[in-house]
């Protein structure tokens, strides 16, 4: 009933509420036969290739395990080693990949490049991080608040940090999708993309978007608090001016006293203890880092089982 096969998986802007919750549905379907030791081979003989531009621990090791599980593969493709990184086209190579994998994911710098690859491609593409969105990474963690609260319309996620970067956007998205209100808190001149705020603000069903510079008011009753990192791939020349700029913003014991007293805290990781985050927040009982990285396994099956359908 829902026509995701052959789709693109870019930005979740691009699903309906419904495609979405149908995702984390399909997710939590693969996590128990996974978790019960259940073959469920439904992607069998079906091969995903994966280009990574920038570096990767879960994204690439979640994509590949979740392929195999699947009854699939999974090929590991550096911009370092394929002739992209010469300069071959992305049309041509869109093109050419298309010829031999059922699925392509893409890790990059731009997300224009993204957009251009799934132009050429002739199979379904999936946005494995660009420089302004992370939408497997934003279902995961929608995925992991489900668990946790047992639902997520009616929720306030509240996100401290760079607002001008992928996880910021992707959580702006996915939050009007499902019904939850969403508070960024950010520096001045680190403030989320006006149009993704605004399509944001036209999506959302009666829920708040709110966007500030003040993380006390962010943070406010707050039942989700999220960050990320203050230097993102491709930023590390700025990384002396970001510590300077974001040192009003970490989250720590003293900021979360300001959230309910049963908040989750998440971060997609890789995390830097001691600047966006303390030790005893990202180390603490309110953390759900690592059931959050897991679920990018159980997140991304879902949506390679749906776009990828024999
Ligand atoms: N969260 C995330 O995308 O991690 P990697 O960079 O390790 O893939
Ligand atoms: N914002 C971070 C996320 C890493 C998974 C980055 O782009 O480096």
Redesign the pocket.
């Known amino acids: 009933h829902y026509n995701l096969k052959g789709k693109d998986f870019l930005q979740l802007s691009d699903f309906s509420s419904e495609e979405i919750l149908y995702l984390l549905e399909t997710a939590q379907e693969l996590k128990t036969l996974q978790k019960q030791g259940t073959p469920h081979p439904f992607l069998s003989g079906k091969v995903l290739g994966m280009i990574f531009e920038?570096s990767?621990t879960?994204?690439r090791v979640s994509f590949e395990v979740g392929m195999l599980q699947l009854g699939g593969h999974a090929i590991f493709l550096s911009t370092k080693d394929i002739q992209l990184g010469r300069g071959e086209s992305i049309s041509d190579t869109a093109k050419v990949l298309s010829r031999y994998v059922d699925g392509l994911m893409i890790r990059t710098f731009s997300h224009e490049s993204v957009e251009e690859f799934a132009n050429y491609a002739t199979v379904p593409v999936i946005n494995g991080?660009t420089?302004l969105q992370?939408p497997t990474?934003v279902l995961a963690d929608l995925l992991t608040i489900l668990e946790h609260k047992g639902k997520l319309a009616g929720l306030k996620l509240c996100y401290i940090g760079?607002g001008n970067?992928?996880?910021a956007h992707s959580l702006i998205e996915g939050a009007v999708k499902v019904g939850m209100d969403i508070s960024v808190a950010s520096p001045v001149g680190y403030m989320p993309n006006e149009i993704i705020v605004a399509n944001a603000k036209k999506a959302a069903k009666g829920t708040a978007v709110t966007i500030t510079n003040d993380p006390v008011e962010a943070i406010k009753g707050a039942d989700v608090v999220v960050t990320?990192?203050w230097?993102?791939?491709?930023?590390e020349e700025e990384t002396a001016k970001r510590l300077k700029d974001f040192q009003s913003f970490q989250v720590n014991e003293e900021l979360c006293k300001q959230a309910k007293n049963d908040y989750i805290f998440l971060h997609?990781?890789?995390a830097h203890r001691g600047e966006e985050v303390t030790s005893k927040i990202i180390d603490g009982p309110h953390s759900v880092v690592f059931d959050e990285a897991e679920n990018r396994l159980h997140a991304q099956k879902a949506i390679l089982k749906i776009l990828l359908a024999k």
């Open positions: 920038k990767s879960r994204t991080l420089d992370h990474q760079d970067n992928n996880m990320d990192v230097t993102s791939m491709g930023q997609c990781l890789p």
